[in-house]
């Protein structure tokens, strides 16, 4: 089955960066858009950032320039690499597959990971 596990969250100060790293297995990964998303309670998760099979990428406009998203197809793992963190950039991060990211839309998939908790202290 589908597996998508979520790692390198944890708490730094505003400016700081981290980087997530999502680990996939039971799917053909080279082939499958990749999306981080986020959540904070009470609101809708959003994108913050996708990577399609062939490397495109989509960004949130509150991300662009900040954080950069990654993949490294013969480690089934996508990356995202985040700098000058914002104390509203403090969300759980879930990785999601099965959906498409492209120029003009997207749309998320059927698989998602468990999260991982950013926070980012002011």
């Known amino acids: 089955q589908v597996q998508l596990v979520e790692s390198g969250g944890g708490l730094v100060q505003a400016g700081g960066s981290l980087r997530l790293s999502c680990a996939a297995s039971?799917?053909?990964?080279?082939?499958?858009?990749i999306g981080w998303y986020r959540q904070v309670p009470g609101k809708q998760r959003e994108l913050v950032a996708g990577?399609?099979?062939?490397?495109?990428?989509k960004y949130a406009d509150s991300v662009k320039g900040r954080f950069t998203i990654s993949r490294d197809n013969a480690k089934n793992t996508v990356y995202l690499q985040m700098n000058s963190l914002k104390p509203e950039d403090t969300a759980v991060y879930y990785c999601?597959?099965?959906?498409?990211?492209?120029?003009?839309?997207?749309?998320?998939?059927?698989?998602w990971g468990q999260g991982t908790q950013v926070t980012v202290s002011s």
């Open positions: 990577i399609s099979g062939g490397g495109s990428t």
């Open positions: 999601n597959s099965g959906g498409y990211y492209g120029r003009v839309s997207y749309s998320p998939g059927n698989y």
């Open positions: 039971g799917i053909t990964f080279s082939i499958n858009d």
